[in-house]
Structures are given as structure tokens and as C-alpha cells.
């Protein structure tokens, strides 16, 4: 079961001013705490960004790539499925670049719950899915598509057509995502 892990790093960060994935925690940008988290647990990692991150985070060991020209913009789900375009495998771990909280012990409980009778499996935390640290199937790429080509670029439409397995996380932290400054200087520091 080849797994590839798909970093997503192409948003504009407006409401944080600045790229996400550059932003510091302990002097370590955003971005390499989601690459850590999946290094260890799959085949190979995709990150979908923009050249200037690549220009600043020129990593080895790590695929990059940009959105597909025409969904360039259109959110995560543009950039999953520019991934899955590029790159098959039977299994994509899905992971933010702006989580500096994640940590490879759930990215482990997410593969370990992989069952090709789902085309997803997607944690839950307090009630809330969250389907930016999610595992998905290949088979999703042609759901992913028909959302593209109907313009619905929330994640959610996307779970609605799914076979989901939702798995009961407790631990908060990890899935804490940092979208404001506001939310930096209270969590970062």
C-alpha cells in the first residue's frame, strides 16, 4: 500500500498577512512540522505551494509542486487533487502547512485506521470533522474533480459524496490551525 503525504501550502495567508508555512514556532517555519509528522509514516510527501515557499524552504527529500493552472486559488481541495494528478498511490495523508501543533503520533493513528472500503477517513475532534488531516483514497480524485469542474470548492461537499470512516480524536492541540496574527501571538508567542 504505497501512501503519499500531501502538504498543502498554496493558500494566499490573507488574513495572516504573510505565508503561513513561513512562520515560526521555536525558530522551525510551520511548514516542517507537517513534513516531520508524515516523514517517518509515508512513501513520499508532496507539497503543494507556491515557488517563493520553495525559493525559502528548499527542502530534500520532498516533491514539489504548484496547483493545477486552472484551479490555482480554488483552496485545498485544488491542491489535493493537483497532488493525486501528479502522484498515485492507494492512500494520501492530507496536512495543513499552518498545524505547528501536529505530531507523527496522529498521523499513525490515521494510517492505522486505513480500509478500502472508505474513501476517506477523517478525524473528529469535539464534534468538529477535520478534513485537512485526513487520509483519502485515490478513488476520491474523481469526486474531487467533479466538485472542481461545479465550482463547490468546500471540503465538505466533498466528504457529503464520500465513504467516510470517522475515528474519535481527543488531544486538541494538534489540530489547532494558526490563521491570524491574533492567533499566532496567543499560541506562538
Given at each position: 500500500?504505497?501512501t503519499?503525504?500531501?502538504?498543502?501550502?498554496?493558500?494566499?495567508?490573507?488574513?495572516?498577512?504573510?505565508?503561513?508555512?513561513?512562520?515560526?514556532?521555536?525558530?522551525?517555519?510551520?511548514?516542517?512540522?507537517?513534513?516531520?509528522?508524515?516523514?517517518?509514516?509515508?512513501d513520499?510527501?508532496?507539497?503543494?505551494a507556491?515557488?517563493?515557499i520553495?525559493?525559502?524552504?528548499p527542502?530534500?527529500?520532498?516533491?514539489?509542486i504548484?496547483?493545477?493552472?486552472?484551479?490555482?486559488?480554488?483552496?485545498?481541495?485544488?491542491?489535493?487533487?493537483?497532488?493525486?494528478?501528479?502522484?498515485?498511490?492507494?492512500?494520501?495523508?492530507?496536512?495543513?502547512c499552518?498545524?505547528?501543533?501536529?505530531?507523527?503520533?496522529?498521523?499513525?493513528?490515521?494510517k492505522?485506521?486505513?480500509?478500502?472500503?472508505?474513501?476517506?477517513?477523517?478525524?473528529?475532534?469535539?464534534g468538529?470533522?477535520?478534513?485537512?488531516?485526513?487520509m483519502?483514497?485515490?478513488?476520491?480524485?474523481?469526486?474531487?474533480?467533479?466538485?472542481?469542474?461545479r465550482?463547490?470548492?468546500?471540503?465538505?461537499?466533498?466528504?457529503?459524496?464520500?465513504?467516510?470512516?470517522?475515528?474519535e480524536?481527543?488531544?486538541?492541540?494538534?489540530?489547532?490551525?494558526?490563521?491570524?496574527?491574533?492567533?499566532?501571538?496567543?499560541?506562538?508567542?
Amino acid at each position: 500500500m504505497k501512501t503519499i503525504g500531501i502538504v498543502l501550502a498554496g493558500g494566499q495567508s490573507k488574513r495572516f498577512g504573510e505565508p503561513k508555512a513561513l512562520a515560526l514556532r521555536r525558530g522551525k517555519p510551520f511548514l516542517l512540522y507537517s513534513v516531520e509528522a508524515l516523514h517517518p509514516i509515508v512513501d513520499e510527501i508532496v507539497i503543494v505551494a507556491q515557488r517563493c515557499i520553495q525559493k525559502k524552504l528548499p527542502l530534500q527529500d520532498v516533491l514539489w509542486i504548484e496547483d493545477e493552472p486552472q484551479y490555482k486559488g480554488k483552496g485545498p481541495l485544488a491542491g489535493i487533487y493537483s497532488a493525486i494528478a501528479h502522484h498515485e498511490a492507494t492512500w494520501y495523508i492530507v496536512l495543513p502547512c499552518d498545524t505547528p501543533f501536529i505530531h507523527k503520533k496522529i498521523i499513525n493513528k490515521l494510517k492505522e485506521q486505513a480500509d478500502d472500503s472508505f474513501d476517506v477517513i477523517v478525524p473528529r475532534v469535539n464534534g468538529r470533522l477535520q478534513p485537512l488531516i485526513a487520509m483519502y483514497h485515490y478513488r476520491v480524485k474523481s469526486l474531487i474533480y467533479n466538485c472542481l469542474q461545479r465550482e463547490e470548492y468546500r471540503m465538505h461537499t466533498l466528504l457529503s459524496a464520500c465513504r467516510a470512516k470517522h475515528i474519535e480524536m481527543t488531544e486538541e492541540l494538534p489540530f489547532m490551525n494558526i490563521n491570524t496574527k491574533e492567533q499566532f501571538h496567543k499560541w506562538i508567542g
